[in-house]
C-alpha cells in the first residue's frame, strides 16, 4: 500500500473495514488534490484557476435513492412516513461489497468536523474515489488543525465510490444509485452518483438526529450576526434569497447553509459554502463571483468557453451548477463559526401567488406553524410540467434531511424562541401586484430596506395591522417603504381577483398542515390561515 499524509494511511482504512487498497492520499490539500484530479481526468482548470468538474447523470441531491436503516435504535426515533428504511442485513451486505468493490484502488482520506461548536461537533472520516470529491468536501467542512489531526478519532465515516453501482434485489434499494445511511454506527455509503452534494448533506442528516436529544436546534438556514455579537437566523428554501440576504456588508457572515441553535448561541456546521452559480454576476453578488476566480474553489457542472472563462448563464447541463469554496474566501465571515443567541428570525418565502405582504411579524405560535409549513412557490416554467404557480410545503424548511417527526423540531424551535424573547418575520421575496405572469417580483431594494429595520429593532415600533387572511401582524407604515407595497391587496388591480387567490393560498396550508395537527397543541393548530375568519 502506497502512503501518503501526516499520518499512518492504513490505519485510516483500516478502522473503516477497507483493506487490499491501492494507495491512499491522506488529507492532501487543495494543490496536491489538484494535480491528483487533472491527473486521472476528473478535472480541468478554468482561466482563473479553480477547477470545475461535471457530474454526470446525476446534477443534484439523489433524494429517491436515500435510505436509513431501521434496527432497534432507529425504529422509534427515525419518521419513517419521510425517509426510506434499509434492513440491517441488506446493509451489511452492501457495505461488504463496498469494502469489495474498493480492493485495488487508490483512494483519498479527509479528516473533517462537522459543527464548530466542540460540545456538539461530529468528527467526520470521509473517504473517497474521486480527487475531486476529496477538495470540495474538505471545502465544505470544518478542517482540524495539525495537532487536531495527530489525535482524530472518527465518530461517523463516509465512504463515497462514484463507480459502485447498488444491485436493487440485492440490497433492497430502488436504483443502483444509492445513499445509505446508518445512524446507529454512523456510516453512510453513497454510490452510483458523482454529485458532491450527498456527501454534505449526509453529515447534515446525521447531526439533525443527534441534536435535538441533546437540546441543540439543527437548522438548514444561514446566518449572520451584528457588531454586538446577536445573531439573526435566515429559513428558506431554494430560490428565496436565504443567501443573498444574509450576504449584509454590516454584517458578518456566520454560514450559508446548515447551523445549530444552543445554550451558548448559533454555531456553523460547516467550514465551506456551497453557492448557486447559474447567472451569477460580479453586480448581483460580488463577494461570491469573487470566490469562483480563486484557487481552491470547486465549480460544479459549470460550462467553459474556448478559453476556459466560466459561462455561468449557460445552464445547458444544469440550472443546478454550483461553487463550494471555504468560508474564509468571504471577506466578512467569521472566523469561529459561532454566534450569540438570534434575536430575530426571518423565514424565507418566494410567494408566487403575489398573495403575501413583503414583511409580517409572527406569534411564537405562528412562528411553529410556518417553520413546520415550510412554504415556498414555484414559477412556471421552472420544471416540467409547471405552467402556473405551484405551492410548495418542506416542512422545517428542509423536509429532505430530516430524520426525525418534525414536530421534534418545531417544538425544539418555539422553546427556544421563548427562552430567548426572539422576534420571529415572514418576508415575502415573491411577486406583488399579481400573480407571476401578471404581478413583479419585490423589489430588492425594499426587501432588504424592511429586513434591516427588523434585524436593528426600528421595525417594532411600526403600526401593525392584522392580515384578515393569515392572521399575522403587518406593518402599516415603514420609513422610506411605498405603503401600498405592504397591502398586497391594494397593489392588485383585480380585488376579486386577488381574494380568490388569497383564499385559495389559504386552503392550501391548511390541507397540508393536516398531517401535523395530532402533534401540535391549540395554540399552534389556531395560527392556521383562515383561523380567525372562521371562528367569526
Keep these: 500500500m502506497k502512503e501518503t499524509g501526516i499520518r499512518n494511511a492504513a490505519a485510516s482504512i483500516i478502522s473503516s473495514g477497507l483493506k487490499d487498497i491501492s494507495a491512499v492520499f491522506y488529507n492532501l490539500g487543495p494543490a496536491q488534490l489538484y494535480e491528483e484530479a487533472i491527473r486521472r481526468g476528473e478535472a480541468e482548470l478554468t482561466a482563473h484557476g479553480a477547477l470545475v468538474a461535471r457530474t454526470g447523470q446525476h446534477t443534484g441531491r439523489s433524494a429517491q435513492d436515500k435510505f436509513i436503516v431501521r434496527d432497534v435504535d432507529t425504529d422509534n426515533q427515525v419518521w419513517w412516513d419521510n425517509n426510506k428504511a434499509m434492513s440491517r442485513e441488506a446493509f451489511d451486505t452492501l457495505h461488504a461489497d463496498f469494502i469489495a468493490h474498493a480492493g485495488g484502488k487508490e483512494l483519498f482520506v479527509q479528516d473533517l468536523i462537522g459543527g464548530a461548536d466542540v460540545q456538539y461537533s461530529l468528527r467526520t472520516r470521509v473517504i473517497t474515489e474521486y480527487a475531486w470529491h476529496s477538495l470540495f468536501i474538505r471545502n465544505l467542512l470544518i478542517r482540524p488543525g495539525a495537532s487536531e489531526l495527530l489525535s482524530f478519532v472518527p465518530e461517523m465515516t463516509i465512504i463515497d465510490l462514484p463507480s459502485f453501482r447498488a444491485d436493487?434485489?440485492?440490497?433492497?434499494?430502488?436504483?443502483?444509485?444509492?445513499?445509505?445511511?446508518?445512524?446507529?454506527?454512523?456510516?453512510?455509503?453513497?454510490?452510483?452518483?458523482?454529485?458532491?452534494?450527498?456527501?454534505?448533506?449526509?453529515?447534515?442528516?446525521?447531526?439533525?438526529?443527534?441534536l435535538p436529544p441533546k437540546g441543540v436546534m439543527p437548522m438548514h438556514c444561514s446566518a449572520n450576526q451584528d457588531s454586538d455579537g446577536d445573531s439573526a437566523i435566515f429559513f428558506g428554501l431554494s430560490g428565496t434569497g436565504k443567501t443573498t440576504l444574509s450576504a449584509d456588508p454590516k454584517r458578518t457572515l456566520i454560514g450559508d447553509d446548515e447551523h445549530g441553535w444552543g445554550a451558548e448561541g448559533v454555531f456553523n456546521f460547516e467550514g465551506g459554502c456551497y453557492a448557486k452559480t447559474i447567472r451569477l454576476s460580479a453586480e448581483a453578488e460580488p463577494e461570491i463571483f469573487a470566490t469562483t476566480r480563486r484557487f481552491g474553489t470547486v465549480l460544479e457542472n459549470v460550462v467553459l468557453d474556448r478559453d476556459r472563462v466560466p459561462d455561468f448563464n449557460d445552464g445547458s447541463l444544469t440550472e443546478n451548477t454550483r461553487c463550494a469554496y471555504p468560508l474564509d474566501f468571504i471577506p466578512n465571515a467569521s472566523a469561529t463559526g459561532k454566534a450569540g443567541q438570534p434575536r430575530n428570525i426571518i423565514m424565507l418565502t418566494a410567494d408566487a401567488f403575489g398573495v403575501l405582504p413583503p414583511i409580517a411579524r409572527l406569534t411564537p405560535a405562528q412562528a411553529m406553524y410556518h417553520f413546520l409549513s415550510g412554504y415556498t412557490a414555484k414559477v412556471a416554467g421552472t420544471e416540467k410540467g409547471v405552467t402556473e404557480p405551484e405551492a410548495t410545503f418542506s416542512t422545517c424548511f428542509g423536509a429532505p434531511f430530516m430524520p426525525r417527526h418534525p414536530s421534534e423540531y418545531g417544538n425544539l424551535l418555539r422553546r427556544l424562541i421563548a427562552e430567548h424573547g426572539v422576534d420571529c418575520w415572514l418576508v415575502n421575496t415573491g411577486w406583488t401586484g399579481g400573480a407571476y405572469?401578471?404581478?413583479?417580483?419585490?423589489?430588492?431594494?425594499?426587501?432588504?430596506?424592511?429586513?434591516?429595520?427588523?434585524?436593528?429593532?426600528?421595525?417594532?415600533?411600526?403600526?401593525?395591522?392584522?392580515?384578515?387572511?393569515?392572521?399575522?401582524?403587518?406593518?402599516?407604515?415603514?420609513?422610506?417603504?411605498?405603503?401600498?407595497?405592504?397591502?398586497?391587496?391594494?397593489?392588485?388591480?383585480?380585488?376579486?381577483?386577488?381574494?380568490?387567490?388569497?383564499?385559495?393560498?389559504?386552503?392550501?396550508?391548511?390541507?397540508?398542515?393536516?398531517?401535523f395537527e395530532n402533534h401540535v397543541d391549540g395554540e399552534v393548530r389556531g395560527a392556521a390561515p383562515g383561523f380567525a375568519l372562521a371562528a367569526e
Design 168 to 210: 436493487p434485489k440485492r440490497h433492497g434499494c430502488r436504483s443502483e444509485t444509492i445513499i445509505a445511511v446508518d445512524l446507529t454506527r454512523m456510516i453512510v455509503l453513497i454510490g452510483g452518483t458523482s454529485y458532491a452534494g450527498e456527501m454534505k448533506k449526509s453529515v447534515f442528516t446525521a447531526l439533525n438526529y443527534i
Design 437 to 515: 405572469g401578471v404581478g413583479s417580483r419585490m423589489p430588492i431594494k425594499a426587501t432588504r430596506a424592511l429586513l434591516t429595520a427588523a434585524l436593528d429593532g426600528s421595525l417594532k415600533n411600526a403600526e401593525f395591522r392584522i392580515d384578515a387572511n393569515f392572521g399575522f401582524a403587518v406593518p402599516v407604515a415603514v420609513p422610506g417603504i411605498d405603503t401600498a407595497i405592504l397591502d398586497p391587496r391594494s397593489t392588485w388591480a383585480d380585488k376579486a381577483a386577488y381574494d380568490a387567490q388569497a383564499a385559495k393560498l389559504v386552503e392550501m396550508f391548511v390541507a397540508n398542515f393536516g398531517k
